[in-house]
Structure formats: structure tokens, C-alpha cells
């Protein structure tokens, strides 16, 4: 027989088991993010099918629920009321005998053009690629078709659509990511579709019966890579009205690996044209990629999620439970710079939910400072100074990870070499990682800082420039380290945040 205190032993270490199962579900694990998207486990990579309706922001997402490596993609779902605060819903599409589901976009038919639904009750649609594994390991190179599944019940449950493929292979090796939306100024749903080297506009009455109304890319832009994962949507700056076209390649970004560029010019209904000659990133960091916008959202704001991976190391990252996340929500503006109209990427006011305290304040005068920081790894820090060269770095005794300013030169440059974790990779850390600045004319810089337990996120004058990477420490960081070798002071900000699980 158990003794009394084996019994109680007994009972503990089954309590304990119960708790360490509950809090793997809790997002406990290593280098788990704390208040940024993952999926509850295994393999995950680009936002798919970003749609608010109903009062509901929906994230669908490229999955592989069986192992943490890339695999036969599903549709992951998970939702949210303020795009901060998520809840996981069962798998929204699986793979069928057309393929496998990649990326896609969602739309809510309004009118029941399509007739899936009613006008009563009208659908929201899900277009994606169909990714046909058997016919590209057979040697064909039309495998990638467009097909389409409908939701009537807001997006809980869908239904594929019976006469799928509605967009045959026109013998294209690479010829997916549908992005479509509706253009009010020439009554069309358009869809921007990408094939290898450019882009494809569609345009349709009903979702179903497409026809092909132009093509933009071929010798502009970056080409380092294939095209992948197309938006195009309006943005307004000073009453003038302009389109941005955002591409994300793979390979070819300016640090290694998968990057998105954006375009800005004009549409009129069938075709996209622009002068920008030059190469612009939505993201100078490494860990940015897929990253769309939302459709739908209430007042034309247009809220962006990319996938903080890179595919030169995004399948050897180090953790084991799950892999990879989203970056934080960010809401997408144009702003003047010194060299004409770019892109800012603001970090959503909803983000003020998680600031579990007012932040402490302190003024940095010139040489080196080192502030404790404990629980740096989960915090909001913010710099501004008018300085034109310094550094900071998020540290612990063993792990530091560095970023270098510089006006003079115009740009940013980050270390992470010594970050944490860098073994699994040698891509992680082969390339410099540089971002520009040179055509912020703000006389004072900030620098925003988002950072997770395996994430930063570097904003710089108001997401002017932005910079997001992937770090890996085993400790978390508890220090912020200054150089500061000129006569400006720096203000800095930090504080906690919360954690969403
Ligand atoms: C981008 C991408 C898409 C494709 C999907 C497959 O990361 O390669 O072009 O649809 O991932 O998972």
C-alpha cells in the first residue's frame, strides 16, 4: 500500500503533468511570442485571407498541422475584435483532389454575385491557389490553378465550389496568391494575381468567370526572386489619391532571402502603371514576409499583417512546439519623403491595450549608459534624439543583439550575431543587415521598439522605416545599452507589456 506521503507525491507530480500539458497550451514554451500571433502548434507561414466583417477581424493562414516544417498546406483561422487579442478557430480549408490550399485572399460578396450564398444571407468567398503536389513532382508546370470555397455562416465552417478550378494553368510554372477586392469606380471584383516575373490583373462580375485584363512587372522592380503574394489598394496623402501595389519576393530581399517591395502609381479598372523607378521596401528587416492587407475594414483603413519569417532559415528556426508568427498589425499610410510618396507603416493605437504600465522616463546625455531592463524581452521602448550617430542594444550578460544609427550615412545597421540562439542557421546571420533612412527628413529621429520573446520590431520615425527581425535569446534580455558619442541627448522610454494567451 502508497503511504500517505507517497499518495500526495503521487498526486503532485500527476498535477504537475496536468499543468506542464496545459501550459504548453498556455504558450509557455521557449521563444514562444507572448502577444503576437503564432499558431497553437506546429508549421505556419503567409496571412491569408485578411477580412473584417461582421464586426470580426479574420486571420486565415498557410498551415501544416502535422509537422513543424513546410508541408500540404491547410487554411489555419483564428479571430479577433481589435487585431491585438486573437482566438484559434478549427482549420478553415483542406488540401482536396485540386491540391493543396497556398495563399489567397477573402472577400465578403455583399450582393450575392456569385450566387453561393443569398441575398439575405451572403457569402464571404475564399479564393487561394490550388498547389497540385503530384503533377509538379510528375514534371508538369501547369499545377497551380485558382479555386474558391464560400462560408455562410461568417466564416466558421466553408464549402469548397463543385466546378472548381475557376482559373485554369495557362502553362505558367508560378501563378498564384489571388488578391481580390472590389472596385467601386468600375463595378468589378479585381483580382491581382502573380506569375513568376509579374504581376496579372483579372476582373470579374461574379467571383467565378474571369477574364485577364493586364500585366505589370516584367524589367521593373526588383526580380531577385519570384513574385509572390500581390495587394493593391488606395491610399490617400494631402486629397490626392494613389495606389500602392505591394510584391514580396523570394529570394532578393536587401538583407538575404524573402523581402516585400512596394510600388506606387495608378489604376484605372484593368491596368497598373507607375514611373518609381528606384527599389522600395515595405520592411528593410530580414523577418517580414507575405504580408497583405486587410479588405473591408471599416473607414477604408488599411491594416497590414506580414508573416515574421524569412524562407532562408524560416524551417530551421529553433523552436518545437510550433513554428514561426505574424508581426504585430500595422496600419498602412503614405507620407512625403525627401525623394517623393513612400509608404509608412504605423503600429495600431489598439497595440496601447497591452502596455501593462505608464512608461518610466529617463533623458540619456552623451557616453555610454546601461539600464536594467528586467523584462525587456517583453516591452515597448521608445528613443528619440536629434543625435546623428549612436547605438543601442537589447542585452542580457551573454546575448546582445545591436543596432547602429547613423545619419550621416543613411542608414541602420543591426548585429545579431551574438543575439541568442543563431547555431541553427548560417543564413540567419551571413548577411549585414542594413535599412535605410536617408530619406527621413524629420531633424529628430524616433525609434520605435516592439519586443517579443523572439521578435523585434524597429520602427523608425513613425514607421517611416521599419526593421523587424527574428532573435533567439535563451535568457530573456534585461538590459538596454547606449552609445552615444555626440553632444544630443536621448530620450528614452520603456515599459512591460502584456502577454494575449
Ligand atoms: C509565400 C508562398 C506563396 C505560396 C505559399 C505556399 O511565402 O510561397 O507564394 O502561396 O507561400 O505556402
Redesign the pocket.
Known sequence: MMSIKKVFIASFALLLGACSTKTTMNYNEPYRLQYHFSPPQKWM??P?GLIYENGTYHLFY?YYPEDIV?GP?HWGHAVSKDLIHWENKPIALFPDEHG?I???SAVYDKENTSGLGTTENPPLIAI??Y?KMEAEKAGDIDYQTQGIAYSLDHGDTWTMYQNNPVIANPGLK?F??PKVFWHEASSSWIMSL?AGDHLQLFRSSNLIDWELSSTFGQGVGAHGG?W??PDLFELELNGEKHWVLLI?I?PGGPNGG?ATQYFIGDFDGYTFSTDQEDIRWVDHGPDN??GVTYNDVPDDSRMFIG?MSN?AYAQQTPTEAWRSSMTLPRKLSLFQATDGVRLQSQVLEAADSLKAESPSVETLDSGQSLIPFEGASQSRIYLETAAEAFSFALQNDTERVVFSINRADGEIVADRSKSGNVSFSEAFTSEELTADISYINDESLSFEIYVDASSIELLVAGGKTLMTLQVFPDQGYNQIAVDNPTNEAIRLEKQRLKGIW
Open positions: 507561414n503567409d491569408n498557410q513546410w498546406m493543396y497556398f495563399s489567397g487561394f491557389t498547389h508560378d498564384r496568391d502573380v519570384v509572390e503574394c514580396s523570394n524573402s514576409y507575405a508573416w524562407w
